[in-house]
């Protein structure tokens, strides 16, 4: 693995309360993996820090957080910073300090997203501040100009409220093709994270998968996500990629969302 291509893990909400779905993860046992993490000898970086750090790093691993919901500002940036370990949150820009209603389904509990104060000072903090484009869409069924406009459109947003450059997307759903890829190329980041795959393509900077982190992990299954190895097709890595496609309902409904366009 090289020292740009690193490995990536994925989290979404870090709260103590119930949710429906598997996306959440209690607080103390985040503490307990961000333990396992540096018990296992990897250098928790951002992408940012693989750019423009000169030191190498050995084993780096990428902590990131998908949507940028305020329970990460609120309970996952105390643990890491206890730690001294930056990480890299997306954020999706168009709710920024809003509440995740861009979420398909209406029996969900109902979370804030991270506000402008909140992102700066997580930026200020040493962390990350990626793009999850403006509203969360499915970019492969849009056409090419609102995919630029999500892509480029929330880059733009973010640099302004952090007043820095944005250089890391992560597509909404995982997904992607070829087209995608480009405008992200072309707007100007430099990483960017997808699902995991069964069968191992060519991986670049912007087709870095991640391992999801999930409620239901146990400390084997999240050790064996961090190992990541695509020597042989792991039950860990079959499991993840089944419940990555029970998005497809949620992706289905957002096509006819109300979203902020």
């Known amino acids: 693995m090289s020292s740009h291509i690193p490995h990536v893990i994925a989290y979404h909400k870090i709260s103590p309360h119930q949710d429906i779905g598997i996306n959440r993860v209690h607080p103390e046992k985040f503490e307990d993996q961000i333990n396992i993490i540096l018990d296992c000898g990897y250098d928790p970086v951002?992408?940012?820090q693989l750019v423009y750090e000169v030191k190498p790093v050995k084993n780096p691993l990428v902590i990131t957080f998908d949507d940028g919901y305020e329970s990460v500002y609120q309970n996952a940036f105390p643990i890491l910073k206890k730690h001294n370990i930056p990480a890299v949150v997306f954020v999706i820009s168009n709710f920024v300090g809003d509440i995740n209603n861009?979420?398909?389904?209406?029996?969900?509990?109902?979370?804030?997203?991270?506000?402008?104060?909140?992102?700066?000072?997580?930026?200020?903090?040493?962390?990350?501040?990626?793009?999850?484009?403006?509203n969360h869409p499915y970019l492969p069924a849009l056409p090419e100009q609102k995919i630029k406009d999500e892509i480029r459109g929330s880059k733009e947003f973010i640099e302004d409220i952090i007043q820095d450059r944005v250089i890391s997307f992560c597509y909404p759903y995982g997904r992607y093709n070829q087209q995608i890829i480009k405008v992200v190329k072309d707007a100007g980041y430099i990483y960017a994270t997808c699902n995991v795959r069964l069968f191992k393509n060519e991986v670049t900077a912007w087709n870095l998968e991640r391992?999801?982190?999930?409620?239901?992990?146990?400390?084997?299954?999240?050790?064996?996500?961090?190992?990541?190895?695509r020597k042989q097709l792991d039950f860990s890595l079959l499991k993840e990629w089944i419940i990555q496609?029970?998005?497809?309902?949620?992706?289905?409904?957002?096509?006819f969302h109300n979203l902020k366009y």
């Open 211 to 229: 391992r999801s982190i999930y409620y239901t992990d146990t400390e084997a299954s999240f050790k064996q996500k961090l190992k990541h190895s």
């Open 245 to 255: 496609r029970g998005t497809i309902p949620g992706v289905a409904v957002n096509k």
């Open 46 to 48: 951002t992408f940012s």
């Open 102 to 134: 861009w979420e398909s389904f209406s029996i969900q509990r109902r979370f804030r997203h991270l506000t402008h104060n909140q992102i700066i000072d997580l930026h200020k903090s040493g962390w990350e501040i990626g793009s999850h484009s403006k």
